[in-house]
């Protein structure tokens, strides 16, 4: 099976900081790669796919990079409501495997 | 618009099956482009994939759940039903069902989530 391994595991930032995390899959996954938002007693939310495809609705501060093993999602310029822990999700093969999760906190 | 709402019990026995009833409203759950899925979260930790299926009845799962998972379709009803069979307190989770693309495999969107707590 994948294992997905995102670093850094927590980080603080302030509003309007640029900030990136990072996702390394055990082997290459090409670019078939997903990111998620979660917030506090919420179910989470598609950020993009593929990569590097932004979900409908999601705003244009939110993007990913990377291919094979290595992917990055990176939010241009913190809002308030960006406060959350991301998750990134192996769609490569059965079974899709998530990394462990980062949260982002307000510094 | 979408939705799924995830329904059952919130407290289950040792050894006993957690059984669990995801209702689609908003779209069709025979969708060709979509397999439907249950992933589960223990409280604090992170995401794990339990299992997938597709409207035809077949069906995916977790290789580390082993045998003890059994996901069913009910299209009559636009539902879809996760079993879990001889729970243990390392079940107590929050448990999610979701749409997942079958050409990408991401899953959006998600139920808002049920505690399911195995405890006597």
């Known amino acids: 099976d994948i294992q997905m391994t995102q670093s850094p595991s927590s980080v603080s930032a302030s509003v309007g900081d640029r900030v990136t995390i990072s996702c390394r899959a055990s082997?290459?996954?090409?670019?078939?790669l997903a990111w998620y938002q979660q917030k506090p007693g919420k179910g989470p939310k598609l950020l993009i796919y593929t990569t590097s495809s932004l979900q409908s609705g999601v705003p244009s501060r939110f993007s990913g990079n990377g291919s094979g093993t290595d992917f990055t999602l990176t939010i241009s310029s913190l809002q308030p409501e960006d406060f959350a822990t991301y998750y990134c999700?192996?769609?490569?093969?059965?079974?899709?495997?998530f990394g462990q999760g980062t949260r982002l906190d307000i510094k | 618009q979408l939705q799924l709402q995830e329904s059952g019990p919130g407290l289950v026995k040792p050894s006993e099956t957690l059984s669990l009833t995801c209702t689609v409203s908003g779209g069709s759950i025979s969708s060709n482009s979509y397999y439907w899925g249950w992933i589960r979260q223990p409280p604090g930790k992170g995401l794990e994939w339990i299992g997938s299926?597709?409207?035809?009845?077949?069906?995916y799962h977790n290789p580390s759940l082993k045998s003890r998972v059994t996901i069913s379709v009910d299209t009559s009803k636009n539902q879809f039903s996760l079993k879990l069979s001889s729970v243990t307190a390392a079940d107590t989770a929050v448990y999610y069902c979701?749409?997942?693309?079958?050409?990408?495999?991401?899953?959006?969107?998600w139920g808002q989530g049920t505690l399911v707590t195995v405890s006597s």
């Open positions: 299926m597709y409207h035809s009845g077949s069906t």
């Open positions: 999700q192996q769609a490569d093969t059965f079974p899709p495997a």
């Open positions: 082997q290459d996954i090409s670019r078939w």
């Open positions: 979701a749409r997942q693309s079958v050409h990408s495999r991401w899953f959006d969107p």
